[in-house]
């Protein structure tokens, strides 16, 4: 079931943007705020 996983990775991102400052709801403040942090979530 390829959608399982699907759904529990959004949700983990959903979590960080949250957790983070300047997290939005949208990639682009997901991937610059990654970007800042150093972290490369492929």
């Known amino acids: 079931m390829p959608s399982q996983p699907v759904s529990?990775?959004?949700n983990e991102e959903r979590v960080a943007d949250?957790?983070?400052p300047n997290?939005?709801?949208r990639r682009g403040g997901?991937?610059?705020e990654?970007?800042?942090s150093?972290?490369?979530d492929g």
Request: proline share 0%; hydrophobic share 35%; charged share 35%.
């Open 8 to 10: 529990a990775d959004r």
């Open 18 to 20: 949250s957790a983070k």
């Open 23 to 25: 997290g939005s709801s």
């Open 30 to 32: 997901k991937l610059a």
């Open 34 to 36: 990654a970007a800042r």
């Open 38 to 40: 150093g972290r490369q």
